[in-house]
């Protein structure tokens, strides 16, 4: 997930998960000011907003339930 320290959004979505699924959950901190930042790479990968998901090699910007997130990777997994 693609986010920022300061992010509502993403600290809501991070909650929603809760802290056992965040710790197996990549975390990228996108601004400069955030700890251990990689602002270089989400701005290679064109992160449009936060938070943004990366599935299957798409972005998918927005805070997303778990049923939308569970869909999103069916989809990814069905198409290969």
């Known amino acids: 997930m693609f986010g920022a320290f300061w992010c509502s959004h ?5 909650q929603a998960l809760g802290y056992e699924a965040m710790q197996s959950i990549p975390y990228i ?7 251990n930042n990689k602002r270089d790479f989400c701005k290679e990968k064109d992160v449009p ?19 939308e997130l569970k869909e999103i990777v069916d989809d990814v997994k069905s198409s290969r």
């Not at 993403?10 to 991070?14: F, L, P």
């Not at 901190?29 to 700890?35: A, H, P, Q, V």
């Open 10 to 14: 993403c600290y809501d979505q991070k």
């Open 29 to 35: 901190e996108c601004d400069r000011e955030g700890f």
């Open 49 to 67: 907003g936060y938070p943004t998901w990366e599935i299957g090699g798409s972005l998918f910007p927005g805070e997303r339930s778990l049923e």
